[in-house]
Every structure is written in C-alpha cells, then in structure tokens.
C-alpha cells in the first residue's frame, strides 16, 4: 500500500546521502541511552545513524512535504529491541525506533504506528528502509522523542504478525512507551512529560485502540495529550470488508484472514479456498511483500474466498462467527476520546473509503468524545501521509504551547 511513498523516500535518503555524505555532529544525547536502567526489559540498543537539522529539512522536502513544518535540531536514530507479550501470553522479543532530538528542550513523546506491511526487510526500525527516517525527521527534529513499534512478526520478530489484533499491537507499543518514559529523565529534568500519538492505515487503527487502553488503564506515567489516525479503517467487519470485496481486494482479505486464524486458531478453510488456504501461512512469513504475494493469488476474490463465505456475505449472514467476532473486537470507534482525536481522510482513498472517518467521527461526537474530522483534500491512499503528516506536527506544537 505504500509502494510509491516508499519509493520516493527511498530515493530521498539516497540523495541525502551522496549530496552530504557522513552526518554533522549533533550533541551526543543518543549515548544515555545505553545508560538507562530499563528494569531488564530491553535487550539491546543499535545506533542507526545521526542525521543534522539541514539534512533533516531537506529529506521533508525532497520527500514531498510540501506544507510548512518545523525542524529545530538534528536527530539520532536506534532500534531498540525489547521484550514484550505475544499473542498466546507468551515473552517475545520485538524491535522499534526510537529517535532522538540532538539538542533543546523535550516536548514530549510521539509514537508513530506504520500502516499494513508484510515484509519484514520493510520494517520501521530497519536502517535502510526511509520511513523511519522521514517521520523521525519530522518530530525528532521538531524537539520530541520519537518512538515507532514495528509490531509483533517485523522487526527482529519472527512470529506471525496478528494484523488487526489489537491487544497484542497495544501491549507491544506501550511497552515500548514505558522504555521512552525511562529515557526522558535521563534528557530532561521536566516533572512530567505528554504522549501524542498517531498513524496510519493499520496504523491509524492501531493508535485509536491505542488511545482507547491508555485513557482507561495506562500503564506508563505518560498523559496522552492529542492523537491523529490517517486513513484508518475503524470498522473491519463493515466498511471496510464490504469495500475490500467491493474494489476486489485479494491482499488485504488475505492479510487479515491470515492472521486472525492464527490468533484463534480458527481454520483457513473456513473462509479461503484450496490450495490458498495451505499456501497463506508461508506467504505471509515475514519474507514476502506485497507485489510478491499477489503473484501466488488469483487476480479476483472469486478464487480466493470460498463461495459458501461469498454466498453468505451477499445475503447478509455472517459466518463463520469467529471471523466475524474478531473483525468486531477490531473495531476502535466504540469509545469516547478524552484527549482531542483528529480523523483525517483523503477523498480520493479507495482502500480505507472516506466513510470510514466519518461515521467513527459520528459514533465518537455522539459519544462525548473530543474529536474532530478533517477532510485534508483529494489525495489517494499512498499519497496521504506525506501531505498530511506537517500539519499533524503543527497541531501538535500548538497543544504543547497551550499545555498547563
């Protein structure tokens, strides 16, 4: 889904690098990181890279970001690869980016959940792959702590990665905010700090539930702040299976079925044809990407989805249960947000339709909830991130101004 901005930013860092070479020497604050104690909960910390001010402005502009953003300082990046809960209650290790702000004050912590991605290679945390570096450039480099879970199966994880399963993608992320909430100290000697939080795509779903848990049960001494999902498809067992099957969407329907009988350990029978069924758990491992699992389905969901599932979704019955009970317990537009929720949508996105947005906008408003809609213009699905993402930061910069 994000080929093309993918593409575009790889380019970008690539530029960066001939144009300027080895980075400037931003102060070293990244070295306190290896002198946290993390309660034994992290297993390692990688250096990825320093990148300076002027590198990090010019990567927002070649990227395409076109609107105004802010960029204070440089910025260092590591992986950090930490112990977590998996899906069955069991310890996993997994990895995410954590990045930096070279000098100035700490304005808080933002963390970045990544849209739908299936190959491992592609994960956040990995120093060759740009997206990590493009959000870090835009909120590092603007005075916060950036952090960016890559998820249960990427990263350093080798488990199959529960794609819409929410509990375990919330336990990984705040996991990984409880180790940001050990480092600020060690940055600043502000009393307390402020998490904003936002995503995209699966991403965007990510950070509603995310939201959700913090605001009723927060295990860390971070206070959300502000949250803002691009593109996030808040209802999976309506809107957005009826326009997967609509718009014949082989790769997301498979993703999802995929990881959702590995989670309940439901069999794929149920719901995708033979031989597909015996053939998803190995194209979904961690070493295929999307263009590659295309190529082993067939072209339309009429050969991928039994015909007694295609049967039964026409007439409005919903079995199997356990694939609908789980597309359910997906949803994230059943609470009322406390801290201020923007929901931005492209109008021009077929792959999470503009209803998505506004009926979860509906349900939160007439919850109580503090939310707002924003039409951010007629971009498509890929495009949305990075004509989006600089007025994220300058929403956030004006919370935090306004911040008692």
């Known amino acids: 889904m994000l080929a093309r901005m993918r593409t575009r930013l790889r380019k970008t860092v690539l530029l960066i690098t001939l144009a300027l070479g080895a980075c400037s020497e931003p102060e070293d604050r990244s070295a306190v990181l290896g002198q946290v104690d993390y309660g034994g909960h992290v297993e390692r910390i990688e250096a990825l890279g320093d990148y300076s001010a002027e590198e990090a402005a010019l990567l927002l502009q070649l990227a395409g970001a076109n609107a105004s953003f802010s960029v204070r300082t440089g910025f260092s990046l590591q992986r950090v690869v930490y112990r977590t809960t998996g899906v069955r209650g069991e310890p996993t290790l997994v990895s995410g980016l954590v990045a930096v702000p070279a000098s100035g004050a700490i304005k808080g912590v933002v963390s970045w959940q990544h849209g ?48 819409y399963h929410w509990p375990s993608t919330v336990e990984t992320t705040t996991d990984l905010l409880s180790i940001a909430a050990r480092i600020l100290p060690a940055l600043s000697r502000a009393p307390a700090f402020d998490v904003y939080l936002a995503g995209f795509s699966q991403g965007g779903g990510a950070t509603a539930a995310l939201q959700r848990t913090l605001e009723a049960d927060n295990p860390t001494p971070l206070r959300v702040r502000a949250a803002a999902t691009l593109a996030a498809a808040f209802d999976p067992a309506g809107i957005s299976l009826a326009n997967a099957i609509e718009t014949d969407n082989p790769f997301f329907l498979a993703m999802i079925v995929n990881a959702l009988a590995f989670v309940h350990e439901r069999p794929l029978e149920d719901v995708i044809q033979a031989p597909y069924a015996r053939q998803l758990p190995a194209l979904f491992d961690g070493t295929h990407g999307q263009a590659d699992i295309l190529a082993h389905l067939p072209p339309h969901l009429t050969g991928l989805l039994t015909e007694r599932f295609l049967r039964d979704f026409t007439q409005g019955v919903r079995e199997p249960a356990w694939f609908y009970d789980a597309l359910e317990a997906a949803r994230t537009d059943d609470y009322a947000p406390q801290a201020p929720l923007r929901i931005c949508f492209g109008t021009r996105d077929t792959i999470v339709v503009p209803a998505e947005a506004k009926n979860a906008f509906e349900r939160m408003r007439d919850a109580g909830g503090r939310v707002e809609l924003h039409d951010v213009g007629p971009f498509t699905h890929d495009d949305l991130v990075v004509n989006t993402l600089p007025s994220v930061q300058r929403w956030f910069d004006e919370l935090q101004r306004s911040a008692p």
């Open 116 to 163: 739908t991605n299936s190959f491992r290679p592609n994960s956040i945390s990995q120093p060759s792959v740009p997206e990590g570096v493009g959000v870090a450039a835009l909120f590092a480099s603007d005075g916060y702590l950036l952090v960016a879970p890559d998820y249960i199966g990427l990263g350093v994880s080798h488990d199959v990665h529960p794609y």
